[in-house]
T-cell receptor, first 115, second 115 residues
Framework: DAGITQSPRHKVTETGTPVTLRCHQTENHRYMYWYRQDPGHGLRLIHYSYGVKDTDKGEVSDGYSVSRSKTEDFLLTLESATSSQTSVYFC??????????????FGSGTRLTVV | AQKITQTQPGMFVQEKEAVTLDCTYDTSDQSYGLFWYKQPSSGEMIFLIYQGSYDEQNATEGRYSLNFQKARKSANLVISASQLGDSAMYFCAMDSGGGADGLTFGKGTHLIIQP
């Protein structure tokens, strides 16, 4: 168990308000990721992190920022939420497997609705 | 850039039949990993099977096998003896092998197993 906790699990917010989603992991994994899932699009990478204060943009980063001030926490912020950001957000970690490749484990997801 | 294509938006299959879910990929990397995930209606992402680009044998995990055809850039998932509990969304994904840049996902196939 990679010990990934996402909070909140559900959130409804109004257009134009800031929103922060939290991903917390308990096993000191270096690599962390934020994805969004929308019908017909699968999962798309928003931002990822190589370590504390080391982040990079993914495929759909516009309108999102991230921060990682501690190894265990990776925060995703919507500075001014829009209806197009209504989605399910997944956090993930990667860890080296015994066979030598990296495996990815996902949190339970946060369902965000922007009204 | 990496790309995953899943051409079957939905499939209906009779219980106990074998199922093949199609996945083709595109990448300029020599080293990469291919993954399949299952997402039941409850929403969690469940890892099923992994194939490395240098693995000569097709991966198998219980009733799941990955039909890897490198020259055709295909990584089809085969589920033998399907069960009602196999009804779910299935996602094909790939990474560049280093565990840092995250997974690129296809749009998914919605599999429904009929009794």
């Amino acid at each position: 168990d990679a010990g990934i906790t996402q909070s909140p699990r559900h959130k409804v917010t109004e257009t134009g308000t800031p929103v922060t989603l939290r991903c917390h992991q308990t096993e000191n994994h270096r690599y962390m990721y934020w994805y969004r899932q929308d019908p017909g699009h699968g999962l798309r990478l928003i931002h990822y992190s190589y370590g504390v204060k080391d982040t990079d943009k993914g495929e759909v980063s516009d309108g999102y920022s991230v921060s990682r001030s501690k190894t265990e926490d990776f925060l995703l912020t919507l500075e001014s939420a829009t209806s197009s950001q209504t989605s399910v957000y997944f956090c993930a970690i990667s860890e080296l497997q015994g066979s030598g490749h990296y495996g990815y484990t996902f949190g339970s997801g946060t369902r965000l609705t922007v009204v | 850039a990496q790309k995953i294509t899943q051409t079957q938006p939905g499939m209906f299959v009779q219980e106990k039949e074998a199922v093949t879910l199609d996945c083709t990929y595109d990448t300029s990397d020599q080293s990469y990993g291919l993954f399949w995930y299952k997402q039941p209606s409850s929403g969690e992402m469940i890892f099923l099977i992994y194939q490395g680009s240098y693995d000569e044998q097709n991966a198998t995990e219980g009733r799941y096998s990955l039909n890897f055809q490198k020259a055709r850039k295909s990584a089809n998932l085969v589920i033998s003896a399907s069960q009602l509990g196999d009804s779910a969304m299935y996602f094909c994904a790939m990474d560049s092998g280093g565990g840092a840049d995250g997974l690129t996902f296809g749009k998914g196939t919605h599999l429904i197993i009929q009794p």
